[in-house]
């Protein structure tokens, strides 16, 4: 057990709907990374929140957003799903910089 | 654009052999990573090599970083069945003091390794 609690685990919805995926980091962990794994594309990072900001943005979609909340858990937000979005949705977090990455169980997403 | 690549991308080995997975990347980078995963599992962290020459080993399990030739190595001794998972390198681009972690990590496609007893 990596510590790092997603919810829901599984997710089925329809087309240009909108959901969230939630995130607890490690106790005392003030990074948290989301990350998209998919056949195609493998693992791609998606955002970095560090203590609440936003440091990093990597293949993020307009139509998904993130934030960071002060108890330092994170929530992924996807809008205006289409088919292709249909992924498993990694959080990971870490206590800082140059440190593993610990990961969440995932959230599957189908979009159907 | 930082690219990653693994080889090979399936293995197929006996248990007792030895093996080796390459993981390339295009830029300069002085830290990368290494992690595996179960099928229908998470990402367990296995090894972080943060400079030119690192080599880390757990169990069976030995890792380099040549960060001149922008390769790292990833050796299996002796293949057991339970190391039967997807091995995955991972660059960060941040390079000296900068960043460290904070772009977020390149994946490669993983090698999907099957140790048959």
């Known amino acids: 057990d990596s510590g790092v609690t997603q919810t829901p685990k599984h997710l089925i919805t329809a087309t240009g709907q909108r959901v969230t995926l939630r995130c607890s980091p490690r106790s005392g962990d003030l990074s948290v990374y989301w990350y998209q794994q998919s056949l195609d594309q493998g693992l791609q990072f998606l955002i970095h929140y560090y203590n609440g900001e936003e440091r990093a943005k990597g293949n993020i979609l307009e139509r998904f957003s993130a934030q960071q909340f002060p108890d330092l858990h994170s929530e992924l937000n996807l809008s205006s799903l289409e088919l292709g979005d249909s992924a498993l949705y990694f959080c990971?977090?870490?206590?800082?910089?140059?440190?593993?990455?610990?990961f969440g169980n995932g959230t599957r997403l189908t979009v159907t | 654009e930082l690219k990653v690549e693994q080889n090979p991308l399936f293995l197929s080995m006996q248990e007792g052999k030895n093996y080796t997975i390459y993981c390339n990347y295009s830029?300069?980078?002085?830290?990368l990573y290494w992690y595996r995963q179960d099928p229908g599992k998470s990402l367990e962290s296995l090894f972080v090599?943060?400079?030119?020459?690192a080599v880390k080993q757990e169990g069976r399990l030995m890792a380099s970083l040549d960060t001149k030739a922008r390769l790292s190595t990833l050796h299996i001794t002796a293949a057991v069945h339970d190391l039967s998972a997807t091995y995955f390198c991972a660059v960060d681009k941040s390079v000296g003091d900068s960043g460290g972690g904070a772009d977020g990590l390149t994946f490669g496609k993983g090698t999907h390794l099957i140790i048959q007893p």
């Open positions: 990971a977090s870490s206590v800082g910089p140059d440190r593993p990455l610990h």
């Open positions: 830029t300069t980078s002085d830290r």
């Open positions: 090599l943060l400079s030119n020459g």
